[in-house]
């Protein structure tokens, strides 16, 4: 079977799932509501608002995203997806019914919808898998920094590479050649850069997909912008700050989040004071220097989830897995991430944003940049609750590739690239791996 009607067939299943999400909320509408039920053109527009909002949440989230992240990610997106679009048209529903409707008719939906929505992603990640079996895989290498490493990030892939050939870029042209042509994926590592550019047009040549590990200035070309001198174009790197206007928006928009975040979580954040309170009886808001946008310090607010004498020896420590310095409350609020929303405070006050680079400790920021020169680089915009780092990375994830992380957010700035961001940010909370601590007695600094 051809690889076109393979792709033919995954998506008609997805659109199949995706169909069959909407007829059962149309048909639950029709039963379960009908003091809503109104001309046939309105209840069409409500039904594609409907998928509209659906479709939307789903490309935010990764719900079709099958071969590229896990089905327990899968699953979650979905109910996210189902969450959001059913609370929206619940509220647009009564809206028209000049009533709030009974939950239990939306609730009864939503559930209908969780029992289709997760054997057809187990279905559908089986059929992907089947149809795109693992690749042969290899892996050339200029040096071997960090090549065990990345070496075994790609072989835990076992459902999408397997690795065949590990070599150096020293070898042979004709072996360079014969282990490209018997893989079909390539994956290159710090590969010198006289040997890049035709390695790189021969696996484009002959179709081989081509995986490379980036470095601070292949970011920063990935997202630069174009310019033509006559017949000639040059890339052009983003260093000019956001105009005025798309900054008053993004303020803007921090505020109101936190505003709107502060009430809704106000009785869970009394709760939590109370709890930490009743356990040791010290304070229960920790407050941390930390810097933000040109090196500026300011003073962050979070639910304390250690003990008061965490760092009397005052050395700085990352949390490390089954920190005892962590109290039993802390791990509760640590793991859900319920410990950040003092930082809401930080947010509507200014001295950060709801979506930027995550602020260091400055004796810490100083370590890494002893090493990392270019960290400094992340002071370039105001320190953030959420971003690109704890999108798609770790608490655990390294300071370099935090690093890359944060000026991929830098560099691609824009509101709507903020917003798909703060939804997100609902999903990782799902995750738990999103928490994991750094390896046990590591200080500030690890490799």
């Not at 859900?336 to 006050?349: A, C, G, H, S, Y």
Request: charged share 20%.
């Amino acid at each position: 079977m051809s690889k076109r009607t393979n792709n033919l067939i995954l998506f008609l299943a997805k659109a199949m799932m995706f169909f069959a999400i909407i007829a059962v909320f149309a048909i639950g509408r029709t039963y379960l509501y009908p003091q809503t039920l109104f001309y046939f053109w309105g209840y069409i527009i409500l039904l594609l608002m409907y998928t509209a909002i659906l479709y939307l949440i789903s490309r935010i989230y990764n719900g079709f995203n099958f071969g590229n992240v896990s089905l327990q990610e899968i699953v979650i997106s979905w109910v996210l997806c189902l969450v959001v679009a059913n609370v929206f048209q619940y509220f647009i529903l009564s809206l028209f019914a000049l009533a709030l409707l009974p939950v239990l008719g939306i609730s009864l939906i939503f559930a209908t919808q969780v029992i289709i929505v997760v054997p057809m992603s187990l279905f559908l990640s089986r059929l992907y898998y089947h149809q795109n079996p693992a690749h042969k895989s290899a892996i050339i290498y200029g040096s071997k920094e960090k090549l065990d490493e990345y070496c075994s990030i790609v072989t835990m892939q076992r459902d999408r590479f397997i690795v065949r050939n590990i070599v150096s870029q020293d070898e042979s042209t004709g072996k360079l050649l014969d282990i490209i042509d018997n893989a079909e994926s390539i994956f290159f590592l710090n590969i010198d850069e006289k040997k890049q550019d035709w390695l790189f047009e021969y696996c484009y040549m002959h179709n081989k997909h081509t995986y490379i590990l980036p470095t601070f200035s292949s970011i920063l070309i990935n997202t630069a912008g174009t310019l033509w001198l006559q017949n000639t174009p040059v890339f052009s790197l983003k260093t000019p700050e956001p105009e005025i206007g798309t900054l008053l928006i993004k303020r803007g928009l921090d505020i109101l989040i936190s505003f709107i975040g502060i009430i809704l979580s106000s009785i869970l954040m009394l709760s939590v004071v109370i709890a930490i309170r009743l356990y040791d009886k010290h304070p229960a808001i920790y407050k941390q220097v930390r810097v933000t946008k040109g090196g500026k310090h300011f003073t962050l607010y979070k639910f304390r989830s250690m003990r008061p004498d965490a760092e009397q020896d005052g050395v700085a420590r990352l949390a490390s897995n089954d920190d005892d310095r962590v109290t039993p409350v802390g791990r509760i609020i640590r793991r859900t991430r319920i410990d950040e929303l003092p930082q809401l405070f930080n947010v509507l006050k200014g001295s950060m944003s709801f979506v930027g680079p995550r602020p260091e400790r400055p004796e810490i920021a100083e370590q890494y940049e002893e090493i990392y020169p270019n960290f400094a680089f992340r002071t370039k915009v105001k320190a953030g609750i959420t971003g690109f780092a704890q999108i798609y990375g770790r608490y655990n994830t390294s300071p370099e590739e935090k690093l890359f992380l944060d000026i991929m957010y830098i560099e691609t700035f824009s509101i709507l690239e903020d917003i798909k961001l703060i939804l997100q940010t609902v999903k990782v909370l799902f995750q738990g791996t999103s928490t994991e601590g750094i390896e046990d007695g590591t200080t500030a600094l690890w490799k």
